[in-house]
């Protein structure tokens, strides 16, 4: 799967609206997208979740057993 830069200023933007201070995720959070972009995912609410780092590497680990990234 190709790398795809991700738009820091949508995705502060999106943080910003949820109340997020700064439009940062929180210590030991971090962002995550539900639909990866490099399989077409958006910058977009609905794509976008605030998430534990430790979930964020289970969830990616998960994927690139079943080759999905």
């Known amino acids: 799967m190709t ?3 991700r738009s820091q200023t949508k995705i502060k933007k999106i943080l ?3 109340g997020y201070k700064g439009g940062k995720a929180p210590k030991g959070k971090e962002v995550h997208h ?3 972009k490099a399989r ?4 977009i ?3 976008i979740r605030v ?3 430790a979930k964020h590497k289970r969830i990616h680990r998960k994927r690139r ?3 999905k990234i």
């Open 51 to 53: 998430i534990s780092k």
């Open 16 to 18: 910003k609206k949820r």
């Open 34 to 36: 539900v639909k990866p």
């Open 40 to 43: 077409g995912g958006k910058e």
């Open 3 to 5: 790398r795809v830069k």
């Open 45 to 47: 609410p609905k794509n």
């Open 65 to 67: 057993k079943r080759g």
